[in-house]
């Protein structure tokens, strides 16, 4: 079966620059979306397509992609960014979505 | 805005039945695949089922496979799980969702 690889954890301090990354042999074929989820709530869509903000959605975060791997990047990471993060994408005929297993990102 | 809203969690023992819905407005309803995701207790999102925009493709992971049916209704703007003999494992918030958002999530509980 096709599976998404994220680091577990990532830990970063205030102001710095969080970058969580998300692996797949198909990622090259298939666009890439990151979702952010907070204790309690529901996950909040914050990149879809690779790299395209939603609306609302603040400019510090970005997404880029290069091969079969994928970066989510957090510039100027603030203390109410800590959360899970999770990227999803699709099978190669992209009927079936797939997720990473999570990072939690933790603001020192 | 993406608003997409479930309906039909709740409390049922092992063997029962549940059928989940999702309205969705603040996009164009019938342009999009849309998704269910459950997400159990402590665990990470967990891909459910999927279908086309016009509900000529479905996908079902091998977990549900043979109980859950997707289905929707583009003169609604909803679309529908059914969940047939449920098991304690399938017990976790369930999620509708599309490429553009998410929605808030409806609480499914199987146990006796």
């Known amino acids: 079966s096709y599976e998404l690889t994220q680091p577990p954890s990532v830990s970063v301090s205030p102001g710095q620059t969080a970058r969580i990354t998300c692996s797949g042999d198909?990622?090259?074929?298939?666009?890439v979306y990151w979702s952010q989820q907070k204790p309690g709530q529901a996950p909040v869509l914050i990149i879809k397509?690779?790299?395209e903000r939603p609306s609302g959605i603040p400019e510090r975060f970005s997404g880029s992609s290069s091969g079969t791997t994928v970066t989510l990047t957090i510039s100027g990471v603030q203390a109410e960014d800590e959360a899970d993060y999770y990227c999803?994408?699709?099978?190669?005929?992209?009927?079936?979505?797939?997720f990473g297993g999570g990072t939690k990102l933790t603001v020192l | 805005e993406v608003h997409l809203a479930e309906s039909g969690g709740g409390l049922v023992q092992p063997g029962r039945s549940l059928r989940l819905s999702c309205t969705a407005s603040?996009?164009?309803?019938?342009?999009?695949?849309m998704h269910w995701v459950r997400q159990a207790p402590g665990k990470g999102l967990e891909w459910v089922s999927s279908?086309?925009?016009?509900?000529?493709?479905?996908g079902y992971a091998d977990s549900v496979k043979g109980r859950f049916t997707i289905s929707r209704d583009n003169a609604k703007n909803a679309f529908y799980l059914q969940m047939n003999s449920l098991r304690v494992e399938d017990t976790a918030f369930y999620y509708c969702?599309?490429?553009?958002?998410w929605g808030q999530g409806t609480l499914v509980t199987v146990s006796s």
């Open positions: 969702a599309t490429e553009e958002g």
């Open positions: 603040g996009f164009n309803f019938d342009d999009y695949a």
């Open positions: 279908i086309s925009w016009n509900s000529g493709n479905i």
């Open positions: 198909s990622l090259p074929q298939q666009f």
């Open positions: 397509k690779d790299s």
């Open positions: 999803q994408s699709a099978d190669n005929s992209g009927t079936y979505w797939v």
